[in-house]
Protein backbone atom coordinates (compact mmCIF):
# COMPACT_ATOMS: atom_id res chain seq x y z
CA UNK A 1 0.00 0.00 0.00
CA UNK A 2 1.22 3.47 -0.28
CA UNK A 3 -0.26 6.68 1.19
CA UNK A 4 -0.77 9.66 -1.44
CA UNK A 5 -1.03 13.59 -0.18
CA UNK A 6 -1.95 15.94 -3.07
CA UNK A 7 -0.90 19.77 -2.91
CA UNK A 8 -0.79 22.84 -5.04
CA UNK A 9 -4.94 22.90 -5.34
CA UNK A 10 -6.93 26.64 -5.18
CA UNK A 11 -8.43 29.24 -6.45
CA UNK A 12 -7.59 30.64 -9.72
CA UNK A 13 -9.09 33.05 -12.98
CA UNK A 14 -10.02 31.07 -16.18
CA UNK A 15 -7.05 30.76 -18.75
CA UNK A 16 -4.17 30.97 -15.68
CA UNK A 17 -1.98 27.93 -14.45
CA UNK A 18 -1.64 25.60 -11.12
CA UNK A 19 0.44 22.97 -10.62
CA UNK A 20 -0.71 20.04 -8.49
CA UNK A 21 1.98 17.79 -6.93
CA UNK A 22 1.23 14.47 -5.05
CA UNK A 23 4.13 12.96 -3.07
CA UNK A 24 3.99 8.92 -2.38
CA UNK A 25 5.30 7.32 0.41
CA UNK A 26 5.32 3.47 1.90
CA UNK A 27 6.16 1.37 -0.63
CA UNK A 28 8.11 2.16 -3.36
CA UNK A 29 7.23 4.38 -5.71
CA UNK A 30 8.32 4.05 -8.98
CA UNK A 31 7.19 0.86 -9.20
CA UNK A 32 3.44 2.66 -9.55
CA UNK A 33 1.72 3.27 -12.84
CA UNK A 34 0.43 7.17 -11.26
CA UNK A 35 -2.82 8.95 -12.54
CA UNK A 36 -4.83 12.07 -11.60
CA UNK A 37 -8.95 12.15 -11.51
CA UNK A 38 -11.22 14.43 -11.41
CA UNK A 39 -14.73 14.58 -9.85
CA UNK A 40 -17.08 17.75 -9.78
CA UNK A 41 -20.24 17.72 -7.42
CA UNK A 42 -23.25 16.03 -8.95
CA UNK A 43 -20.74 13.91 -11.47
CA UNK A 44 -18.86 10.85 -11.49
CA UNK A 45 -14.87 10.95 -10.86
CA UNK A 46 -13.60 11.08 -14.39
CA UNK A 47 -10.07 10.51 -15.96
CA UNK A 48 -7.54 13.28 -16.42
CA UNK A 49 -4.30 11.96 -16.92
CA UNK A 50 -1.99 9.22 -16.21
CA UNK A 51 1.83 8.10 -16.15
CA UNK A 52 3.60 4.87 -16.58
CA UNK A 53 5.96 3.73 -13.89
CA UNK A 54 9.26 4.74 -16.41
CA UNK A 55 7.50 8.00 -17.20
CA UNK A 56 7.96 7.02 -21.06
CA UNK A 57 4.10 7.12 -21.45
CA UNK A 58 1.88 9.70 -20.79
CA UNK A 59 -2.03 9.00 -20.95
CA UNK A 60 -4.41 12.30 -21.39
CA UNK A 61 -8.29 12.75 -21.41
CA UNK A 62 -9.57 14.66 -24.81
CA UNK A 63 -10.16 17.21 -22.64
CA UNK A 64 -7.54 18.11 -21.10
CA UNK A 65 -5.14 17.41 -24.26
CA UNK A 66 -3.00 20.65 -25.04
CA UNK A 67 -3.35 22.09 -22.12
CA UNK A 68 -2.39 20.10 -19.21
CA UNK A 69 1.15 17.81 -18.28
CA UNK A 70 1.40 15.02 -16.16
CA UNK A 71 5.30 14.22 -14.81
CA UNK A 72 6.61 12.16 -12.34
CA UNK A 73 9.86 12.81 -10.51
CA UNK A 74 10.96 8.97 -8.75
CA UNK A 75 13.82 10.53 -6.68
CA UNK A 76 11.45 12.63 -4.85
CA UNK A 77 8.41 9.97 -4.96
CA UNK A 78 6.06 13.17 -6.38
CA UNK A 79 3.75 13.05 -9.56
CA UNK A 80 2.69 16.42 -11.21
CA UNK A 81 0.00 17.64 -12.70
CA UNK A 82 0.78 21.29 -14.93
CA UNK A 83 -2.70 22.45 -15.39
CA UNK A 84 -2.75 25.85 -17.84
CA UNK A 85 -4.97 27.38 -19.69
CA UNK A 86 -7.73 26.76 -16.90
CA UNK A 87 -11.25 26.72 -17.76
CA UNK A 88 -14.28 26.98 -15.30
CA UNK A 89 -15.32 23.12 -17.09
CA UNK A 90 -12.04 21.97 -14.99
CA UNK A 91 -13.38 23.10 -11.56
CA UNK A 92 -13.35 19.88 -9.78
CA UNK A 93 -12.13 17.61 -6.91
CA UNK A 94 -8.62 16.48 -7.89
CA UNK A 95 -7.60 13.20 -6.82
CA UNK A 96 -3.75 11.37 -6.99
CA UNK A 97 -3.96 7.49 -7.29
CA UNK A 98 -1.60 5.14 -7.40
CA UNK A 99 -1.83 1.36 -9.16
CA UNK A 100 0.57 -1.57 -10.71
CA UNK A 101 3.29 -1.56 -13.47
CA UNK A 102 1.76 -3.57 -15.89
CA UNK A 103 -1.10 -4.77 -17.23
CA UNK A 104 -3.60 -2.15 -16.11
CA UNK A 105 -5.59 0.33 -17.97
CA UNK A 106 -4.73 3.90 -16.78
CA UNK A 107 -7.62 5.37 -18.03
CA UNK A 108 -10.17 3.34 -15.67
CA UNK A 109 -10.52 4.06 -11.98
CA UNK A 110 -11.16 0.81 -11.08
CA UNK A 111 -7.35 -0.40 -11.92
CA UNK A 112 -5.79 1.72 -9.42
CA UNK A 113 -5.21 0.85 -5.87
CA UNK A 114 -4.55 3.24 -3.41
CA UNK A 115 -6.11 7.09 -3.57
CA UNK A 116 -5.27 10.25 -1.93
CA UNK A 117 -7.79 12.31 -0.04
CA UNK A 118 -8.12 14.69 -3.26
CA UNK A 119 -7.69 18.68 -3.22
CA UNK A 120 -9.92 21.17 -4.99
CA UNK A 121 -9.28 23.41 -7.95
CA UNK A 122 -11.90 26.26 -8.56
CA UNK A 123 -11.49 27.99 -12.00
CA UNK A 124 -13.83 31.20 -11.59
CA UNK A 125 -14.82 32.23 -14.84
Known amino acids: QVQLVESGGGLVQAGGSLRLSCVAS????????MGWFRQAPGKDREFVAGISWSGGSAYYADSVTGRFTISRDNAKNTVYLQMNSLKHEDTAGYYC??????????????????WGQGIQVTVSS
Open 97 to 114: AAGPPYGMDPYHSGEYED
Open 26 to 33: GRTFSTYT
